[in-house]
């Protein structure tokens, strides 16, 4: 079975602070991973996958097989980071069912 | 292109009824997903379309509800016999499918709000 946590509902961090999202997941195998992030009042959207490897709003998030891990980090937070944050894994190939976590919600403080 | 487009916004309905919800992705989009999500908890797998076909539905799909997606368009989910637990937020969404490994983003509705009273 696919899962995927998140361990922490709420994070609060000051604004210029180190962020460190947890996401931690369960699959046997090689997964797609990905991070969503929904702002105030809009969709739910694509933050970015660990296929890309790139910093997306200068967030990244490295895949550590050992760990089953793929937490996102940005090392100065910003206010217009302030949103809910969900880590989401599909199977290999094909498949398509994409199993989320339940999020976390980021609050940059000023 | 407006992105995926989700009708109803939100639905109220009193427990029993049948709902259905209507989902148009975007024009050049040949995959869609359903995603059920409840209050405190993330998006939950239901169903997956590829063009008119439904390849891939999840153990929550249960005999109430039904979706399809007659010509590989828009998209219809719908739950007859609507229970208190049904109540949720009904998402939609669309990505564009290049083979089993190409897989581009999906792109999410703003999603039907269903309220069973």
């Known amino acids: 079975a696919q899962r995927v946590t998140q361990p922490e509902k709420l994070l609060s961090v000051f604004k210029g602070a180190p962020v460190e999202l947890k996401c931690n997941y369960s699959y046997s195998g090689s997964p797609e991973l990905f991070w969503y992030v929904q702002y105030s009042r809009q969709r739910l959207q694509l933050l970015l996958r660990h296929i890309s490897r790139e910093s997306i709003k200068g967030f990244t998030a490295d895949l550590n097989k050992g760990e089953t891990s793929f937490h996102l980090k940005k090392p100065f937070a910003q206010e217009e980071d302030s949103a809910m944050y969900y880590c989401a894994l599909k199977p290999p190939g094909g498949y398509q069912k994409v199993t989320f976590g339940i999020g976390t919600k980021l609050q940059v403080i000023p | 292109d407006t992105g995926v487009s989700q009708n109803p916004r939100h639905k109220i309905t009193k427990r029993g009824q049948n709902v259905t919800f209507r989902c148009d992705p975007i024009s050049e989009h040949n995959r869609l997903y359903w995603y059920r999500q409840t209050l405190g908890q993330g998006p939950e797998f239901l169903t997956y379309?590829?063009?008119?076909?439904?390849?891939?539905k999840s153990r929550l799909l249960s005999d109430r509800f039904s979706a399809e997606r007659p010509k590989g368009s828009f998209s219809t989910l719908e739950i007859q016999r609507t229970e208190q637990g049904d109540s949720a937020m009904y998402l939609c969404?669309?990505?564009?499918?290049?083979?089993?490994?190409?897989?581009?983003?999906?792109?999410f509705g703003d999603g039907t709000r269903l309220s069973i009273l």
């Open positions: 969404a669309s990505s564009l499918g290049l083979g089993p490994g190409g897989n581009q983003p999906q792109h």
């Open positions: 379309f590829q063009n008119e076909a439904q390849l891939e």
